[in-house]
């Protein structure tokens, strides 16, 4: 299949680009800029430049595949609502090039929106479109494509990482640097479900392969890393001092972070293993943060 495939040139589409060409697929890949369109050729992908700002142009580049797989978004997480309403209306505009087929649509969102709540795993049957997250913007927009007749499924997101990024961890290390102390909320048993990138990629290729209308996948290895653990690691990775911050005052030690430090948000993926024999494989989060090299940052 041709495979447009948006956030080609970022951390997980990178990955991607190689698991799908794998797979005899072609892939289409987007990037904004001349130095992303010639890390794509050299990958063997055929670039399309476009922006998320365009749903538009990008929606030109969807009308030309037979599958979208997308996973480009904003991670300017200080405007993160803001960023979540731009990525239903690239979802939008995506779903509607594809109108009037069965071509498959992968859209990404996270495993926190199917969270039962409780302190339970969040599961892949779990939707509740008024879930108070931003992020359900992507998956209200799914579902309303899917009652269009668009074949979209989801795949729901954790911390993805390798040595070198950590999703919401990286900003949490950014942030330690800069105040000379790693905080953590309350008690720290609150915990994040995680991934290897690697098995992350390969999952987006499995679920293409085996794509299903309207299935929502976890990408999940490690269903819950406590985040006094993972304090403690990127303490020691630092040289810094690790201590406890009370909730209410994580607002005024970690800035936009505070929305999500002290969150609950352990998940299931034996849904999703079972239906597509998928079987991660890569190193879990608390040993990619201790093999990092803590002199550099991730650009």
């Not at 048993?189 to 794509?211: E, F, I, K, P, S």
């Amino acid at each position: 299949m041709r495979v447009f495939l948006t956030g080609a040139t970022g951390f997980i589409g990178s990955r991607i680009v190689p698991e799908l060409l794998a797979r005899g697929h072609q892939v289409l890949g987007l990037t904004r800029s001349e130095e992303g369109a010639r890390a794509l050729e050299a990958a063997g992908a055929e670039p399309v430049h476009g922006t998320l700002e365009d749903p538009a142009g990008l929606a030109r580049g969807a009308a030309t595949a037979d599958a979208v797989i997308h996973t480009a978004f904003d991670h300017d997480f200080s405007r993160f609502a803001e960023n979540c309403e731009k990525d239903r209306r690239v979802i939008a505009a995506l779903g509607a090039a594809l109108a009037g087929s069965d071509r498959p649509f992968i859209i990404t969102s996270g495993t926190a929106i199917g969270s039962t709540g409780h302190g339970e795993l969040a599961v892949e049957t779990a939707v509740d479109l008024s879930h108070p997250n931003p992020r359900i913007a992507s998956e209200q927009e799914g579902a309303a494509l899917l009652d269009k007749g668009v074949s979209v499924a989801v795949m729901r997101l954790p911390q993805v990482h390798d040595t070198r990024r950590q999703g919401l961890i990286s900003p949490f290390i950014d942030m330690a640097r800069q105040q000379g102390v790693v905080a953590y909320v309350g008690d720290g048993a609150n915990r994040w479900a995680a991934a290897h990138v690697g098995d992350v990629a390969r999952l987006y290729a499995l679920a293409l392969d085996g794509h299903e209308a309207g299935a929502r996948y976890h990408a999940v290895d490690e269903e819950g890393v406590a985040m006094r653990a993972v304090a403690e690691t990127i303490g020691r990775g630092l040289g810094l001092p690790v201590r406890s911050i009370a909730p209410d005052a994580a607002s005024d030690a970690l800035g936009w972070l505070a929305m999500f430090a002290g969150l609950d948000m352990p998940a299931s993926s034996a849904w999703t293993r079972a239906k597509l024999g998928w079987q991660p494989a890569g190193p879990g989060l608390l040993e990619d943060l201790a093999a990092m090299d803590y002199r550099e940052t991730p650009q």
